[in-house]
């Protein structure tokens, strides 16, 4: 693993990576195993629905070594960014459970109405509603922060990809006239170096499945770009296949090709 001399840290996608919906990319998994031998890793994800401890047990019971401290989520970035840029402490969500608790632990209120919010959070949500689309209407017309954990349109599951929080906040900028005031997952490097911090980011690789999120990611905070072809990404054409090139992607097949480098 030569190419792995001049790399610290490993910043890994889950959806796509690890997984896709409710099964396991084996390959990934495998060279995961053995990558967390030589270099520390953490796993990030744009997908909120889960909380960090959530997604760090599932991560061990594939026999990778994951706690809530090496997990890094859209919805802890969202978090995060409201704690430290805004003094908003009343949140109208749409969202899921993971997030819901990235929110209560950092003591925020969720709000049941839209015209009691001084923000609104919007992640992916699969029991989305007309009403709750209303609600957070009504809250981002009257000026409430607008604050998305992700732009991913859409979520790779088995068979077919599903709408991702992308498509609600699609939505809610039609309705509203207005675009969130921040998207804290990636490409935002706030979801890395909020987590990270200060650190030589050129000693650090971001390994995922899509150009748009995970290579823009790396590109964005200085880190090596690694493509698996094991998610969304399947097929690349000419044109983007030149992009990453030029931004000297890596791009494997899986994981475990990236061992034989």
């Known amino acids: ?12 996608d889950l959806d796509g990576v690890v997984w896709i919906g409710g099964k396991t ?6 060279a995961l195993r053995k990558l967390q031998e030589h270099v520390k890793i953490y796993y990030v994800t744009n997908n909120s629905t889960k909380s960090r401890p959530e997604y760090a047990l599932k991560l ?4 990778l070594d994951a706690w809530e401290s090496n997990v890094i989520s859209s919805g802890r970035a969202a978090t995060l960014w409201l704690k430290k840029f805004t ?7 749409i969202g899921e459970e993971g997030l819901i608790w990235e929110l209560e632990v950092e003591g925020y209120n969720i709000v049941d109405r839209g015209s009691k919010a ?3 959070v919007v992640g992916l949500d699969r029991k989305l509603t007309y009403q709750k689309l209303a609600e957070a209407l009504e809250a981002l017309l009257k000026g409430a922060y607008f604050i998305a954990t992700n732009p991913d349109s859409i979520l790779p599951e088995e068979g077919s990809p599903i709408p991702g929080a992308g498509a609600i906040i699609a939505a809610l900028e039609a309705a509203s006239e207005r675009k969130p005031d921040v998207i804290a997952g990636k490409p935002n490097p706030w979801i890395v170096t909020s987590t990270l911090g200060d650190i030589d980011y050129s000693r650090v690789a971001v390994v995922g ?14 880190a090596k770009p690694i493509l698996t072809l094991t998610g969304v990404t399947r097929n690349l ?5 030149k ?6 992607t890596v791009i494997v097949k899986d994981l475990e090709e990236l061992l034989a480098r």
């Open 1 to 12: 693993m030569s190419w792995a001399d001049a790399i610290d840290i490993l910043v890994v």
């Open 25 to 30: 990319i084996e390959a990934n998994v495998r």
């Open 60 to 63: 061990r019971s594939l026999g």
């Open 87 to 93: 003094k908003a402490r009343n949140v109208y969500l």
């Open 118 to 120: 001084e923000a609104v």
């Open 209 to 222: 499945d899509r150009v748009d999120t995970d290579v823009e990611l790396a590109l964005r905070i200085g």
């Open 237 to 241: 054409d000419e044109e983007t296949l």
């Open 243 to 248: 992009r990453l090139r030029e931004a000297k």
